[in-house]
């Protein structure tokens, strides 16, 4: 072969990549040197362990380490990054991305332990001396909780246990609907309203648009032949409604979701959260058409109904969130509990302290209140007595009409009373 008739090196690198590439074809796919078979229960593996490890700093909140979004980040960042070679490894990784003050380690380890290995009653807090608690409620970590073996759920006992079930609905009776309808209709006229921060233009404002008047000088040969004015129009402030849906309430979570539904698609700006042994955001799935099929969808998300109860790790993660802090802003906070908190009651006492200053009204909605003579008699109510601003029933959608009512004068009043909403001055 002369040296014209050799291939140069280009063509013998475009001739290797050819032959390269029909190798690789010839490869059948699941085979060696091949890629690996797409399977479906590899796939559906992964995304477990995806959702088992974001699930981890929210449950570090309910256990009340400080695991913020920040920190979040740095722990999924540093996951990313540097891989754990073993599970110590992990553990040391997620304790310094997650893991602020010396005193949140036995926190931590215990959470840790019980979401990842699977040990029992980890993070959970000894319960304080409560009067309307009685010592045969207080066990921790049987099989089936107290609450869901004896059948109750009035509002009258608590439990630290998380259940992690469905529940199913049954439909709205035609009263009920009417009286959900009477419901939105009371919360759109008598929600409160505040002045917007940007002017808008109005046709009667009280201050001249001075550059819609020069625009419209300028066609008019600089002459103002009319004069054009702006305002601050009003628009109705949110309302953020914060659902228990614990065991001890389950009697009454079917139409607490109801009413919860009714506001998120009334023509109030509304926020819905249900929380037992955590907190989750439901308004996406509330407002969604169709009568019943929100509701129903509401079991595949809300997971912890008619379990434990921890009321401040709860509100300690909605505050926690610089998102939900937005919400919580300026807004009507509405809590639909019975207030039976089995944890440390001065964590629920310094969250609800917190909504309560960072919302415009509190409003505390209890079945315990039903009586016209309840007075707050657990160390937690008591704790919070002072933060809010009105204190009522829950027990039928009357009663929540009864509130929406009440709002107006509400605005008037003083802050921190808990006024019943009967003992309000509508006229004022």
């Known amino acids: ?27 059948p796919r699941g085979t060696a040197g091949g890629e690996p078979p797409a399977d479906a229960g590899a796939r559906h593996a992964a995304s477990a362990a995806t959702r088992r490890l974001l699930d981890f700093p929210h449950e570090l909140r309910l256990a009340g380490v400080t695991a913020d979004a920040a920190a979040t980040v740095d ?63 207080q066990t921790v970590g049987t099989k089936t909780p107290p609450l869901l073996a004896d059948g109750g759920g009035g509002g009258r006992s608590a439990s630290l246990d998380e259940g992690l079930g469905k529940r199913s609905f049954a439909a709205a009776s035609p009263s009920e609907a009417a009286d959900l309808a009477r419901f939105s209709a009371t919360l759109a006229t008598a929600f409160p309203c505040v002045r917007n921060r940007r002017r808008r233009p109005a046709a009667r404002g009280d201050r001249l648009d001075l550059r819609r008047t020069l625009i419209q ?48 698609r009334s023509d109030v700006r509304t926020e819905a959260f249900t929380f037992a042994t955590r907190l989750t955001r439901i308004t996406r799935v509330l407002s969604r058409r169709g009568d019943e099929r929100s509701l129903h969808a509401l079991s595949d998300l809300v997971r912890d109904a008619d379990g434990g109860t ?13 998102r939900h802090q937005a919400l919580i802003r300026g807004a009507v906070v509405a809590v639909v509990s019975d207030g039976l908190e089995r944890g440390d009651p001065e964590e629920m006492r310094h969250a609800v ?3 309560a200053r960072l919302g415009h ?68």
């Not at 001739?15 to 029909?22: I, L, T, V, Y």
């Not at 009003?234 to 614990?246: A, E, I, K, N, T």
């Not at 921890?310 to 610089?322: C, F, K, N």
């Open 75 to 137: 722990f999924l960042a540093a996951i990313d990054r540097l891989p754990p070679a073993s599970l110590q490894d992990f553990r040391r990784l997620a304790r310094l991305a997650l893991v602020r003050r010396r005193e949140d380690f036995a926190a931590f380890d215990a959470v840790f332990d019980a979401h990842f290995l699977g040990a029992v009653s980890a993070g959970r807090r000894s319960a304080p001396d409560d009067e309307e608690i009685s010592e045969s409620d």
């Open 1 to 27: 072969m002369t040296a014209r008739d050799s291939p140069s090196p280009t063509r013998r690198e475009g001739e290797g990549a050819r032959r390269a590439d029909e190798g690789r074809a010839a490869v």
């Open 217 to 264: 000088a300028r066609r008019t040969g600089g002459e103002p032949m009319r004069l054009f004015w702006s305002a601050r129009p009003q628009r109705r402030r949110r309302l953020l409604l914060l659902v228990d849906v614990s065991g001890s309430l389950k009697e009454h979570t079917p139409r607490m979701l109801r009413i919860a539904r009714a506001a998120v």
């Open 310 to 322: 921890r009321i401040g790790p709860s509100l300690s993660a909605l505050l926690a969130d610089p």
């Open 361 to 428: 009204r509190l409003v505390w909605l209890t079945p315990l209140a039903a009586n016209p003579d309840y007075r707050p008699a657990t160390r937690a109510m008591r704790a919070i007595a002072s933060s809010l601003d009105m204190l009522d029933d829950s027990t039928t959608i009357t009663a929540f009409t009864r509130v929406a009512a009440a709002l107006p004068a509400l605005e008037r009043a003083p802050r921190g009373r808990a006024f019943r909403a009967h003992s309000l001055d509508r006229s004022a």
């Open 353 to 355: 302290d917190r909504l």
